[in-house]
């Protein structure tokens, strides 16, 4: 988590016109938001003078170390890692992310507003990243040093550096007034457009590991609230909503609607605001773009997810399935649903439930932990309006495990019973 959001900052100035000269030692590098326009060395001090191409909040950082410095570039944009010469291990991976990133981002949601993206390494005395213009510090103790190995580790480094170069847009060029909800079209955002390069990169199968993360911060966040939990659309400084509960938001948000058609709303959003004066957007004007863009049909999921505090109680009580004459699989799923509304204070109420809801069965034992089979037979929608539901499914493929929900794509109090093994037997109702 960035403890230090970009949201927090702005409240005390518009945009402003931005350049500065600074001095340090001799054999130091002094990094600060904008281009580099010159550098040059007197008395024994060295002197670097930097400025903004157009006028940027009134947000920014100064570094100096002795820095080594690795340098790429895509398109036109400069990608520079600045770095201690021991600590060399996660900068080829955080090139990787700032490509992913930027070809990412650009495409769908518009243009890098800058000619040059750093990452400057600072020391372990705090474990963060912080998003400044065109500039990302970056603590030794969380990307440079940080160890991703095991197939089924979340590459943190990556996620961490496309959360922050993603505030280049959702927090930089996208902000909204100092009111409740602002920080969904920062840091929310900022989670989702990071999701999208981390799924692009590794896969569903990996988000899930990630999105079981989420939940489980979301949850327990929620259990420990002091004051009052807000719907999303409302959220203040509460981490556990705009963070958390926002990629898993988001993440099936785009599930629903499609991906381009998510896309799609964002980049309109983000030409109608940016970059704009006051007065600034804010969360009710974001979800007119989501209400637009959400069929009519879909509609009840932005109140469920953004505008209430919704939450499911979902398991899978049996999964039987037997061969066909046909060769097939026949699996007979029985899942339980409850569809649960919550006040702020924790007190819950059971709604109805009439929504859509995946479906899924998977073939063949997992290598790993992270994924439910070695492949996905079905995974489908349903509509589910009962409390217990039978479903049955035909496959072609003998299957491993089946269930309900089965990615965790809706916020589910118990989400490790939503799959079960399924077990060979004469199926019958």
């Not at 927090?171 to 920062?186: D, E, N, P, Y």
């Not at 058609?261 to 964002?266: F, I």
């Not at 863009?293 to 979902?314: H, K, R, V």
């Not at 269930?403 to 019958?428: E, F, M, Q, V, W």
Request: glycine residues 6%; proline residues 5%.
């Amino acid at each position: 988590m960035n403890p230090y959001s970009p949201f927090s900052a702005f409240k005390d100035a518009d945009r402003i016109s931005f350049e500065a000269t600074v001095s340090t030692s001799y054999d130091q590098i002094a990094v600060a938001p904008g281009l580099l326009q010159r550098e040059w060395v007197k008395d024994g001090r060295r002197y670097f003078h930097y400025a903004a191409e157009k006028p940027i909040w009134n947000f920014y950082s100064f570094l100096s170390a002795d820095y080594e410095v690795k340098r790429d570039k895509w398109n036109d944009v400069d990608i520079e890692i600045y770095y201690h010469q021991k600590h060399p291990y996660n900068i080829e991976r955080m090139i990787h992310a700032a490509k992913k990133c930027l070809d990412y981002f650009t495409t769908n949601f518009g243009p890098y507003q800058h000619r040059v993206l750093r990452i400057v390494a600072f020391p372990g005395y705090d474990s963060f990243a912080q998003s400044f213009p065109s500039t990302i510090p970056y603590s030794e103790s969380v990307g440079f040093i940080a160890k991703v190995e095991k197939e089924d580790d979340i590459d943190y480094v990556m996620y961490m550096t496309a959360h922050e170069i993603a505030h280049q847009w959702w927090a930089h060029q996208v902000m909204g007034g100092a009111v409740q909800g602002a920080a969904l079209m920062s840091e929310t955002l900022a989670q989702y457009s990071a999701l999208m390069v981390m799924e692009k990169e590794y896969g569903k199968d990996h988000m899930r590991k990630f999105l079981e993360y989420e939940l489980d911060q979301y949850l327990q966040g929620r259990a420990g609230e002091s004051l009052k939990e807000l719907p999303l659309v409302r959220v203040e400084d509460q981490w556990y909503i705009s963070y958390r509960k926002g990629s898993l938001v988001m993440y099936a948000l785009r599930d629903y609607i499609g991906e381009d058609n998510l896309n799609n709303a964002l980049s309109d959003y983000l030409d109608a605001v940016a970059y704009q004066n006051p007065p600034y957007t804010n969360s009710l004007e974001f979800m007119a773009y989501l209400r637009k863009a959400t069929p009519g049909p879909l509609q009840y999921i932005l109140e469920d997810m953004f505008e209430t505090i919704t939450l499911y109680d979902n398991r899978s009580v049996d999964a039987g399935y037997e061969k066909t004459s046909k060769g097939q699989y026949r699996v007979l799923l029985t899942v339980e649903t409850k569809k649960i509304r919550s006040d702020g204070l924790g007190n819950e109420s059971e709604i109805p439930i009439n929504d859509w809801i995946d479906v899924g069965v998977f073939s063949g034992k997992p290598k790993s932990r992270i994924s439910l089979g070695k492949k996905v037979l079905y995974l489908r929608k349903h509509k589910i309006t009962q409390p217990r539901t039978e479903i049955e499914i035909l496959v072609n493929e003998e299957p491993f495990r089946a269930g309900i929900d089965p990615y965790n794509k809706l916020i589910d109090k118990i989400p490790d019973d939503n799959t079960k093994k399924a077990t060979a037997c004469r199926a019958s109702r």
